[in-house]
């Protein structure tokens, strides 16, 4: 059974393996294989699940929503976000106006077959939208009580500043920021959390195994192994390439004794990694089949000692991105269409 974590300065308890659906759920996977996953995360005592109305366009919601039919909800915490256009893509589809955000919200609940979402998620800043305007929209979300909390991902440490001090005018709280985070991605690490552990934010971390490639199975100079997300051509393979390079693969292959060392698996490693930053809750880990919930949920609660902290980062050297502009960079200058 996985841990809990408080979700920033709040009350809400979330399972420190949440389990997230990206690029799987109405995309890579059939439906009886995504249900199956949901299953296999129920199984494993995951309470906690991500998603985002513009995964596979609206039919990863769906997809969750139907395989949580049934569940007691007050046992759940359902998460989703708005930004990313879905449907047709017009000029108010995209992005953190009032009427995106208000028409969204409603959208996403329906997907879900819920009354409301336990975090709903600004999924990158807008930079077309007053924040106040968008700030105001998340209040009366709240006050309506389709969404219980608040959060953001991929903003940098100022706009989370900005954010949080007009949620607390507007009588509600930011908890969360869900930015990439991994042994080989650390961007978050001078900026983000700091500002973060100050006002009372969790992240939430996404990609924690790099999408797989810190599970150790592409192998420099081997095939590609068959239906892992770098052979996915609906959208897997060009996402994951960031990470493909021999030198970055050579060098994962090197975490191999550290994970024995712990009696762990390389995928647990990478998650448990995550999970030894105080400020993060949860490691948001995705799935493509059920063995690989039951195998990663196993990383909670693991504490890896100073000595094999220090150890991974000599094996990882310089392919590990630390630049806090990175997240600026990132982040779409407009909204996109
Ligand atoms: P991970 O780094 O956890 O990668 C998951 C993928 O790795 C799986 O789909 C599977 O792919 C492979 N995998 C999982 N377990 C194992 C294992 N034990 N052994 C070998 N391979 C394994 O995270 P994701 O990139 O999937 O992201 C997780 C979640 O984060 C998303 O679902 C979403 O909720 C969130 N996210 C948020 C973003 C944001 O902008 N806010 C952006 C991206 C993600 P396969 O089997 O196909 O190789």
């Known amino acids: 059974m996985p841990t809990y974590r408080y979700l920033g300065n709040s009350g809400l308890k979330i399972s420190e393996i949440t389990y997230g659906n990206w690029l799987t759920h109405g995309s890579q996977v059939e439906n009886d294989v995504a249900t199956a996953c949901v299953h296999a995360a129920l199984d494993a005592g995951i309470t906690t699940f991500d998603t985002a109305d513009v995964y596979a366009n609206t039919k990863a919601e769906q997809v969750l929503g139907d395989a949580l039919k049934g569940q007691r909800r007050e046992s759940l915490e359902i998460f989703t976000k708005v930004y990313w256009p879905t449907?047709?893509?017009?000029?108010?589809?995209?992005?953190?106006?009032?009427?995106?955000?208000?028409?969204?919200?409603?959208?996403?609940?329906?997907?879900?077959?819920?009354?409301?979402?336990?975090?709903?998620q600004a999924h990158r800043y807008d930079t077309e939208t007053p924040l106040e305007e968008t700030m105001q929209a998340f209040a009366d979300i709240v006050r309506q009580g389709k969404a219980l909390y608040i959060g953001v991902s991929e903003w940098t440490a100022d706009q989370i500043r900005a954010g949080h001090a007009l949620a607390k005018d507007l009588g509600f709280q930011l908890i969360s920021s869900q930015p990439q985070y991994s042994m080989l991605w650390r961007v978050i690490e001078d900026e983000v959390v700091p500002t973060s552990q100050e006002l009372g934010l969790s992240q939430i971390v996404w990609s924690p195994m790099a999408q797989g490639v810190l599970s150790g199975k592409y192998v420099?100079?081997?095939?590609?192994?068959?239906?892992?997300?770098?052979?996915?051509?609906?959208?897997?393979?060009?996402?994951?390439?960031?990470?493909?390079?021999?030198?970055?693969?050579?060098?994962?292959?090197?975490?191999?004794?550290v994970a024995d060392e712990l009696d762990l698996s390389m995928a647990q490693l990478a998650i448990a990694w995550v999970l030894q930053n105080d400020n993060v809750a949860a490691a948001l880990v995705g799935a493509s089949r059920p063995e690989q919930v039951a195998e990663n949920v196993k990383a909670s609660g693991v504490t890896i000692p100073a000595e094999l902290m220090a150890r991974i980062d000599e094996i990882l050297g310089d392919v590990v991105e630390r630049d806090a502009a990175r997240t600026a960079e990132g982040a779409p200058q407009q909204r996109p269409s």
């Open 87 to 120: 449907g047709p893509a017009g000029p108010n589809d995209s992005g953190l106006s009032r009427k995106h955000v208000m028409e969204s919200i409603n959208a996403s609940l329906t997907r879900l077959g819920t009354d409301y979402v336990d975090l709903y």
């Open 220 to 257: 420099p100079g081997q095939p590609l192994p068959a239906g892992s997300r770098a052979t996915d051509d609906k959208g897997g393979a060009r996402m994951i390439q960031r990470f493909m390079t021999d030198d970055v693969l050579a060098r994962v292959q090197q975490l191999k004794p």
